[in-house]
């Protein structure tokens, strides 16, 4: 970065952090001023409170980097856009018997409505998913975000790792939520006005690419759009809508096919807005239900903005720097195992995708028939097999896609004694943001850019790190070291645990920059499926089955990472023939979710008809809490719902 960047960075940094703190100040005496705030958020504070904990580098680089790859596009956007309808719901539904019980924790409502063993079993399941899956992705895609602009010697993403994981550790430790809360209000704003900077930016590179900027040549990027070079960016654009900007993709699509759009992409989004602690800890700080309610429509109607910054430059920048990100897939993964192959392979065998496969078609069939010499197997029944209709885009696959498909099935049958190498990947996705921000904007927007990206890195790691020690201080250190704790020892418990959390998962981060993932927001989606469908389905029987038995909670929590689990194992295990039954139901983790809420919620309504509770379990009444919902918010969540319809329309 230029000098000018990094003074706009530092000044912006401290800003923010010294408003923070100070807003904080005499605010952490309690546990509740601590961990909620007081009780004293209203909706402006709760609005971009809930954006600036969710948007973050998952978005900026994990999210614009799945819509980069072809294979995913804009239909990544479902994850904002539904998410819209999702928090007008739950405004309406989940908040306001939250706020009436009074509670710290989504887990201890389970204490009142399933018992103590069920409160046990999710304080452990969310705890553990925060620290190896919440914040350690974020923390690497932090790292990965400032990666371009520090050169730490090959341990750039390690060294980095800790920078952004202690920053966050130390300021949520210190200030604790109406900290982050104020903090989030700035952070969240400069999110999105740099996002929006970069957007308009990529938008008009796209219209003269330069070569001398890095960019790819004139010539390519035409080619690759479809039109001539003399087109300008409206027909470059429409171009780009054409072919990426889909909400709608094939049902046998791996990641998002349209059949996921009817229920498996609801059960994330429910558990994410509705029972995710560190979400809904904002919520849970309310001064009112009115203002919960406000503060949740207003964040809902700026999540239809986010796709437009976040995904749109991801699809512009790999048309623009494709070779960038070829470079750079290079650098990190695939010259060190190309030089293995080269040098002497032995008995190991080479995955790669179908982009490496496109890139360099000649090594990789060089890979291929090496394969076949280590594992043994008939080279043109693999490619005839491999041949045929790709089921991600009803076309015919490619040359390239067809060697990656023989590969994988003929490596489905490899000896033990075969050591498997790394996969070689065409192009690094979640670099594509950055590459705008670090070769697109100019100096001083650039320090501004990067203070608010990682800005809001910082906000959803603290938000994460306060849900995490706010869980294990009220849900197991209050619950079952010491009942008797005083709100000091609360507090410090919370802080101890922030630097716990921050230590594991800065030692996780730098394990997620592993291809084999398939990206950091694939990661954190596919990974939180092991426990958000168990979630949601006993928060849904505990709402609206009144007597469904005690015993359901604990039960719907132990099913869920079993059910999905052996999903999971099958599909990694299995090859499944593309196209078929067994791979439309349980290739895409979003229909394993599917298929795991349908037999937890049989399992807990035959409980419920064989034993019924005598009578509905009443929640406390948590008192001078003001339940009175908002007429404003709820004309405000109908024009969001309608608006998320009408862009679905226009994006089909």
């Known amino acids: 970065m230029h000098t000018i960047d990094i003074v706009v960075f530092a000044l912006f940094a401290i800003s923010v952090v010294a408003i923070g703190l100070y807003k904080s100040r005499g605010e952490k005496q309690t546990a509740e001023d601590y961990f909620l705030a007081g009780r004293g958020l209203t909706w402006p504070l709760i609005g971009i409170s809930l954006i600036a904990a969710n948007i973050s580098a998952e978005q900026m680089v994990g999210m614009s980097g799945a819509a980069a790859n072809g294979e995913m596009g804009f239909a990544i956007a479902s994850y904002e856009w539904m998410a819209a309808i999702t928090l007008v719901v739950v405004g309406f539904t989940f908040l306001p018997t939250f706020l009436k019980a009074g509670i710290y924790t989504i887990p201890q409502f389970l204490d009142y409505r399933y018992g103590t063993l069920a409160r046990t079993v999710m304080s452990?399941?969310?705890?553990?998913?925060?620290?190896?899956?919440?914040?350690?992705?974020?923390?690497?895609?932090?790292?990965?975000?400032?990666?371009?602009y520090i050169d730490l010697g090959g341990l750039d993403i390690q060294v980095l790792s800790w920078a952004v994981g202690l920053i966050a550790g130390i300021y949520i430790a210190v200030g604790g939520l109406k900290a982050s809360a104020w903090a989030d209000l700035?952070?969240?704003?400069?999110?999105?006005?740099?996002?929006?900077?970069v957007t308009l930016l990529a938008i008009n590179a796209l219209g003269s690419p330069d070569a001398a900027e890095g960019m790819n040549d004139a010539a390519s990027v035409a080619a690759s759009l479809g039109v001539q070079e003399s087109a300008g960016v409206g027909e470059r654009l429409a171009s780009l809508k054409e072919d990426k900007m889909h909400m709608f993709l094939p049902k046998t699509h791996d990641a998002i096919p349209w059949t996921a759009l009817l229920i498996g992409l609801w059960i994330p989004n429910f558990y994410y807005w509705g029972l995710n602690q560190y979400i809904v800890q904002r919520t849970l700080g309310s001064k009112t239900l009115a203002e919960g309610q406000k503060g949740i429509v207003f964040a809902a109607a700026l999540k239809l903005v986010i796709p437009f910054v976040v995904c749109v430059p991801g699809i512009i920048a790999f048309t623009l720097y494709s070779g960038q990100m070829a470079d750079k897939a290079d650098a990190d993964t695939n010259t060190a195992i190309i030089e293995v192959f080269q040098a002497d392979p032995g008995g190991s065998v080479f995955p790669f995708r179908d982009d490496f496969a496109e890139r360099d078609y000649e090594l990789a069939e060089d890979m291929f028939d090496h394969n076949l010499s280590v594992i043994g197997g008939d080279r043109a029944v693999l490619l005839a097999d491999a041949e045929g209709e790709d089921p991600q885009e009803a076309e015919p696959r490619t040359p390239g896609e067809v060697l990656a498909v023989a590969n994988d099935a003929l490596l489905a049958s490899a000896p033990e004694t075969a050591e498997r190498q790394p996969m070689l990947v065409g192009y690094d996705y979640d670099d594509a943001f950055p590459l705008l921000v670090q070769l697109l904007v100019p100096i001083g927007l650039k320090g501004f850019v990067i203070a608010a990206v990682m800005g809001a890195v910082v906000s959803s790691l603290a938000s994460m790190m306060n849900a995490?020690?706010?869980?294990?201080?009220?849900?197991?250190?209050?619950?079952?070291?010491?009942?008797?704790?005083?709100?000091?020892?609360?507090?410090?418990?919370?802080?101890?645990t922030v630097v716990a959390a921050t230590v594991i998962g800065c030692l996780v981060a730098p394990l997620i920059n592993n291809p084999a993932l398939k990206?950091?927001?694939?990661?954190?989606?596919?990974?939180?499926?092991?426990?958000?469908?168990?979630?949601?389905?006993?928060?849904?029987?505990?709402?609206?089955?009144?007597?469904?038995?005690r015993l359901a909670g604990a039960v719907g929590l132990v099913l869920s990472p079993v059910i999905y689990g052996g999903l999971f194992l099958v599909t990694k295990s299995t090859d499944f023939e593309p196209g078929s039954l067994a791979n439309l139901l349980i290739d895409p983790f979003l229909n394993r979710m599917a298929i795991t809420i349908i037999v937890i919620s049989t399992v807990l309504m035959?409980?419920?008809?064989?034993?019924?509770?005598?009578e509905a379990i009443q929640l406390p009444v948590q008192e001078g809490m003001e339940i009175k919902g908002s007429q404003i918010a709820k004309i405000g969540g109908i024009l969001v719902v309608l608006a998320t319809i009408g862009l679905y329309v226009i994006f089909a």
């Open 124 to 148: 452990v399941l969310m705890f553990i998913t925060f620290v190896l899956v919440n914040i350690s992705t974020v923390t690497y895609l932090g790292a990965k975000f400032l990666d371009p």
């Open 186 to 197: 700035i952070q969240g704003t400069a999110l999105i006005i740099g996002g929006a900077i």
């Open 468 to 496: 995490a020690s706010t869980i294990f201080t009220v849900d197991i250190y209050q619950k079952f070291l010491n009942p008797k704790a005083t709100q000091r020892q609360m507090v410090w418990t919370g802080r101890l």
């Open 519 to 549: 990206g950091a927001f694939n990661f954190i989606q596919e990974f939180q499926g092991f426990i958000s469908p168990g979630i949601l389905t006993i928060f849904l029987f505990g709402l609206f089955v009144p007597r469904a038995p």
């Open 606 to 614: 035959i409980m419920t008809i064989v034993k019924p509770l005598p």
